[in-house]
């Protein structure tokens, strides 16, 4: 990971390499990077972007599959699911009180989009051609905070649709549905720009404010979350979900 400031803005930069997938270890890493940079610099505003054409592809399924095979034996519980670095990871971002703007630069899927919807901004480069939630594809559903955030955002019609049909639309199609508020050729001077705007305000207003709209959906949030960990473990559990995985990792082998 990379991390820089430019003035009172915080960037952490995801370097992953491709194809694209992370899993526990990355995820951990993502989350030490991005604690040191803001602890240790305590800036006004974060944006979070991936390197080159790429941003998350998707989280690892062979990784999960690993995961299923646990939960079949019964060796694998809700609070295993709960203490995994990618929920640990989205609460933290989730949970920040400065503003946070996630400068989708590229291919940004499964794991990758739950990341970028718990930010407060997001704006996705023109060029971006893989936007979506594709997990259903393979027997489970985007279970880190997936189906409760995009939900808030763009509401439970839209969202149901999205998820349940497995959906991957580029930039233009994620403006149209609001999963990204703007495009740009740029997206990182687009960030930049916003990023300014917000910085040049009292950080009491804009902290105060974020938090009170945070309020508002927490308890719905924190229940959708729950319940997440409680279905997904039902899903790691079933045969054809596991199937499904395996043949998905044979076939980008």
């Known amino acids: 990971m990379k991390t820089e400031m430019r003035g009172r803005t915080a960037i952490l930069r995801l370097e992953i390499d491709p194809p694209g997938f992370i899993d526990d270890a990355m995820c951990q890493n993502i989350l030490d990077s991005l604690t040191t ?3 240790g610099n305590d800036p006004d505003c974060l944006i979070i972007t991936g390197r080159g054409s790429l941003f998350i592809r998707h989280y690892d399924v062979s990784a999960i599959a690993g995961l299923a095979k646990h939960a079949r034996k019964g060796t694998l519980t809700t609070n295993d699911l ?3 670095a990618l929920i640990r990871l989205t609460r933290y971002v989730a949970g920040l009180d400065i503003p946070t703007i996630c400068a989708i630069n590229g291919m940004c899927m499964g794991g990758g989009l739950e990341l970028a919807l718990c930010c407060d901004i997001r704006l996705a480069q023109t060029d971006v051609g893989a936007i979506g939630l594709p997990e259903t594809s393979i027997g489970i559903f ?6 409760t955030r995009l939900s808030a955002l763009i509401g439970r019609a ?3 649709d999205f998820i349940l049909r497995g959906r991957v639309v580029d930039a233009a199609g994620a403006l149209e549905i609001g999963i990204v508020t703007e495009t740009a050729d740029d997206v990182m001077e687009l960030a930049m720009a916003r990023a300014s705007e917000l910085t040049a305000r009292p950080r009491i207003g804009v ?3 974020k938090r009170l709209i945070r309020a508002q959906a927490a308890a719905e949030i924190e229940a959708g979350l729950e319940a997440e960990q409680v279905a997904f473990l039902e899903a790691l559990q079933d045969e054809t979900a596991l199937a499904a995985m395996e043949a ?4 980008v082998s």
């Open 248 to 251: 998905y990792v044979r076939s």
């Open 158 to 160: 839209a969202a149901t």
């Open 207 to 209: 902290s105060l404010a």
């Open 82 to 84: 709960h203490a995994g």
């Open 142 to 147: 985007p279970a880190a905070g997936g189906t």
């Open 37 to 39: 940079l803001i602890e």
